[in-house]
């Protein structure tokens, strides 16, 4: 199953911008839910962004693992995606963090309605890329 394309094709807006930077939980969240519903085996984690030689996060960044490939809202994820998407100088030393977190992490009531969004976003993109996995979940 392509889940970058399934990402990049879901019609979600402006959302696929903000899940970069204050609601990546629901979008880690839903993604998790949509993936177990086609029979995957997904899990939260969370990246935390570290410039050397300090040991202080600069960011934390909830995402979702698949067979050891991270993935957010613009695709699959890593610490040299993370490092063009934040414009790091070449000389700057970082590294990636990522930690095994819980999917309940992800949930923040208020932004339900965003999560539900996303959810049905991100069914109808999995419908459209890979129509025998909906055929699966129903």
């Known amino acids: 199953m392509d889940i970058e394309a399934i990402i990049l094709h879901a019609k979600i807006g402006g959302e696929?911008?903000?899940?970069q930077v204050d609601t990546c939980g629901p979008f880690a969240a839903a993604l998790f839910d949509v993936l177990c519903e086609c029979g995957l085996k997904p899990s939260i984690k969370t990246?935390?962004?570290i410039v050397l030689p300090g040991?202080?996060?600069s960011w934390y960044?909830?995402?979702v693992e698949v067979d050891g490939r991270l993935y957010d809202s613009?695709?699959?994820f890593s610490h040299e995606i993370a490092r063009q998407r934040q414009k790091t100088h070449r000389t700057v030393q970082s590294?990636?963090?990522i930690k095994p977190d819980d999917r309940s992490c992800c949930y923040e009531e208020e932004l339900d309605v965003l999560h539900q969004f996303l959810?049905?976003?991100l069914r109808k993109?999995?419908?459209k890329q890979h129509p025998e996995a909906m055929a699966k979940a129903a």
């Open 125 to 127: 993109s999995v419908k």
């Open 47 to 49: 990246a935390s962004f």
């Open 16 to 19: 696929r911008k903000a899940a």
């Open 61 to 63: 960044h909830a995402v």
């Open 119 to 121: 959810i049905k976003a």
């Open 95 to 97: 590294r990636l963090d």
């Open 55 to 57: 040991n202080q996060a």
């Open 74 to 76: 613009k695709g699959e």
